[in-house]
Structure formats: C-alpha cells, structure tokens
C-alpha cells in the first residue's frame, strides 16, 4: 500500500485553517499507526502527529500542540490533520506514512520507499 497518497494542502494567510487527508491508493488502509510528518525547505522532515487508529492513541509535537487534532479510527480509510491557527513556520511539505504511534511516541525511521509525493503547504499574507 506505501507509498500513501496525501491531500489538502494550499496557500492560507496566517491564522488561517486547512485539512490534510492520507489515503491508501485503490485500497483500504490498513495500518495502525499513520504520522504526519513535514519538510520545510532546508530543513531535515519532522515528525508532526501520528495516531494509532486501534487505540486511539495521538502525538503531536510541541509546536502544533493546540492547534493541529489528527483523527482516523479504522472504520474510515483516511487518516486526517485539521490544522487550525496556521503561522508561517508550518510551510512545509507534509507527507503521510505507516509509522508505530503508542505511549512511546512516534516512529521516526522510515524505509525510503514509504515516502509519497506529500501535498504543500504554504502559510503566508
């Protein structure tokens, strides 16, 4: 199923919301843990929010605490990121990809080949 397929992205002002959606092309998507994570332009990708869609189990990173909620149980195919309260530091290129999400917190490595095309955003006025 990897690599996933995300969508949503755009140009929004500052203070402005979007809503990110990851998908399994052609299929059902069958991971438990789904994360987020986000590469701005010279900077290493970070991981934003993962969630465990079995036990409900969310992260979130510091500086989206509050203002991103991640949301997907099993009985809906998409994983989304509702962004709310955007700043400019969240431009980015966001990605989606199966990564273990429990009380430990969110699996960083990932095997090239589960990156997608990733869907941009861009925060500015």
């Known amino acids: 199923q990897v690599p996933l397929v995300e969508s949503g992205g755009g140009l929004v002002q500052p203070g402005g919301s979007l809503r990110l959606s990851c998908a399994a092309s052609?299929?059902?998507?069958?991971?438990?843990?789904i994360g987020w994570f986000r590469q701005a332009p010279g900077k290493e990708r970070e991981g934003v929010s993962c969630?465990?869609?079995?036990?409900?189990?969310?992260y979130y990173v510091d500086s989206v605490k509050g203002r991103f909620t991640i949301s997907g149980d099993n009985g809906k195919n998409t994983v989304d990121l509702e962004m709310n309260g955007l700043v400019p530091e969240d431009t980015a290129v966001y990605y989606c990809v199966p990564v273990p999400c429990d009380v430990q917190g969110m699996g960083l490595r990932v095997p090239e080949n589960y990156w997608g095309q990733g869907t941009q955003v861009t925060v500015s006025s």
């Open positions: 969630i465990n869609r079995a036990s409900k189990h969310t």
């Open positions: 052609g299929s059902s998507l069958n991971y438990y843990g």
